[in-house]
């Protein structure tokens, strides 16, 4: 069935580090994929997207770029700060499935000071 | 002016009772969602609304019913609720087939039963 698999958390960087977290799918159409970030407490806020292969959506330094023959849509930022701690989501859309989306489990960012 | 916004922000209750979660978006979209997710943040989707009619309700007890008045309002009422249901309960709302646009979510309402 469609899914989408990410790296498992939590994960803990310095201040200025690089990011990466791997987000994978699983889908049976051309799915439109998507970032999401939580922040404590507050609910989930789109990121980024991309809607077809080979786009690149960014966002607040952040980057994913969608990859068709590797089936992922990697977050990256090249220097993350501590206000980036929040839990980041990756999730797919495909059409005519009633507008439902699949969330990946998230995986937790904190950034230490 | 908030887009999605969902009432009460928390909800402390007992088991047993009855109660509801209200969402209103004033973003001019056809489709609202509600969503559960749990302590571990998993999110599982429970139900879809497009234009007051429902299109996806994945297995959820029946002790909660979705009711949606309008294509701007879409509640939640929970009957006889039990310790599992302590969660974070999520309206969304969407324009656009597929999903193309994202999801808009609320902040969010926390129940906790007791």
């Known amino acids: 069935g469609d899914s989408v698999t990410q790296m498992e958390g939590p994960v803990t960087l310095s201040e200025e580090a690089f990011l990466t977290i791997n987000c994978t799918y699983t889908?049976?159409?051309?799915?439109?994929l998507f970032w999401y970030v939580q922040y404590p407490g507050e609910g989930l806020q789109l990121l980024l997207k991309?809607?077809?292969?080979?786009d690149k959506g960014s966002n607040k330094g952040f980057e994913a770029t969608y990859r068709k023959e590797t089936t992922s849509f990697h977050l990256e930022k090249g220097s993350v700060q501590v206000s980036d701690s929040a839990v980041y989501f990756c999730?797919?859309?495909?059409?005519?499935?009633?507008?439902?989306?699949?969330f990946g489990t998230g995986t937790s960012l904190t950034v230490i000071p | 002016d908030t887009a999605v916004s969902q009432t009460p922000k928390y909800l402390v209750t007992q088991m047993g009772n009855d109660k509801s979660i209200k969402c209103e978006q004033n973003?001019?979209?056809?489709?609202m969602y509600w969503y559960k997710q749990d302590s571990k943040k998993f999110l599982k989707i429970m139900f879809s609304?497009?234009?007051?009619?429902?299109?996806i309700n994945e297995t959820v007890p029946n002790r909660f019913s979705p009711k949606s008045p309008d294509k701007a309002h879409l509640n939640l009422h929970i009957n006889s609720l039990e310790l599992g249901d302590s969660a974070v309960y999520f309206c969304?709302?969407?324009?656009?087939?597929?999903?193309?646009?994202?999801?808009?979510f609320g902040s969010g309402t926390r129940l906790t039963v007791v």
């Open positions: 609304y497009n234009n007051k009619e429902l299109i």
């Open positions: 991309a809607t077809k292969a080979d």
């Open positions: 889908a049976t159409g051309y799915p439109s």
């Open positions: 969304a709302s969407s324009q656009g087939a597929g999903g193309n646009y994202g999801y808009t």
């Open positions: 999730a797919l859309s495909l059409p005519n499935t009633g507008n439902q989306f699949y």
């Open positions: 973003l001019g979209h056809d489709t």
